[in-house]
């Protein structure tokens, strides 16, 4: 693992964390205040792990990373992203960014006029796509139907999910955001289906549920009271730790990863820098069954088959 830690023009930090040196390194640009600035460097480091497994699991030529700018994305200025492409082409192409959370296409527009190492497309609806075609997925393999949803954080990856969801026709979608405007405009498009909830209420009976806020969204407080049958989310991080998986699979809760399950938004950078095939998104739904029934066929929990897979990839990888 490769670390960077730069000071930009305004005082903010930047935190570089990359799987492997002298490699293709790909992963998003996070901007956002964190209470400690040591919260800003675990946050990194632990979204690089979960690129890393992204990267195997889709089977990219890349290996993961991912920079973290403790700051609000308001308080930036130009200088400091000239300091940071500058940053990028002094790492000679072996960092590759795109979009994530508090970054906008226009800032990384501004970025790709000062450095190539940068991805403006946007990856928002193949993000929401895959997510509701795990979704579709986990209903066929384990008979599960979607009749009710709660999707936590409609911005702008979850309000394309809760309206995909919409179009697959369950009979209720729960939405909560911390900003109301965003649950307010799902409810104009059909008030008989979107229910407005609290924002910190994750207990709901339903039969998924769909994290798309900033992670991690279950922890080791509020585990106990999940009560949907099926976690399936385009957040990164959703879980405290691993342990967590354990407990929600002995309480019989299946919870996708969240590495498979928001695949899409890297797979769309991939087809557009030409390194995966136009087909890739369709395949994430149908290598998860596959998945899925391994799973059951061997009585394990998804987590660890899925990042066993990962693991025999990269050591493949690395031995050839």
């Known amino acids: ?43 990194c480091e632990r979204l690089c792990e979960t690129m890393a497994y992204k990267c195997a699991w889709a089977r990219l030529p890349w290996y993961g990373a991912k920079a973290v700018i403790d700051a609000s994305p308001s308080d930036l200025t130009k200088a400091d992203w000239d300091a940071y492409a500058k940053i990028l082409n002094g790492l000679g192409g072996s960092f590759l960014t795109a979009t994530d959370v508090g970054t906008s296409i226009k800032d990384l527009e501004y970025l790709k006029t000062m450095t190539p190492y940068v991805s403006t497309i946007d990856t928002a609806h193949a993000t929401a ?56 405009n799902l409810r104009r498009l059909d008030p008989n289906v979107f229910h407005v909830i609290p924002p910190d209420e994750i207990a709901m009976e339903v039969d998924y549920f769909v994290p ?24 990164n991080n959703q879980l405290e730790n691993d342990e967590l998986a354990e407990l929600l699979n002995d309480r019989g809760i299946l919870y996708i990863p969240d590495f498979i399950a928001n695949s899409g938004g890297l797979l769309k950078v ?42 025999r990839r990269l050591l493949l990888v690395k031995n050839s």
């Open 1 to 43: 693992m490769r670390y960077i830690c730069e000071s930009l023009p305004g005082g903010h930090t930047l935190h570089i964390c990359m799987e492997k040196s002298g490699e293709v390194c790909v992963g998003g640009t996070r901007v956002l205040k964190y209470p400690l600035p040591e919260d800003a460097f675990s946050d």
């Open 270 to 311: 991939a087809i557009d820098e030409r390194v995966a095939s136009s087909d890739s998104l369709v395949s994430v739904s149908k290598k998860l069954e596959l998945l899925l029934l391994k799973s059951k066929s061997f009585d394990k929990f998804l987590l660890y088959l899925a990042k066993d897979q990962c693991r």
């Open 129 to 184: 796509y895959v997510v509701v075609e795990c979704i579709k997925a986990v209903a066929r393999s384990r008979n599960i139907p979607i009749n009710s949803a709660l999707v936590q954080g409609v911005g702008k990856v979850g309000s394309l999910v809760a309206e995909m969801l919409h179009k697959t026709s369950p009979s209720r979608i729960f939405v909560c955001d911390i900003d109301k405007s965003r649950c307010e």
């Open 212 to 235: 798309c806020s900033i992670g991690p969204v279950i922890t080791k407080d509020n585990v106990s009271d999940i009560k949907a049958l099926v976690i399936c989310g385009a957040a």
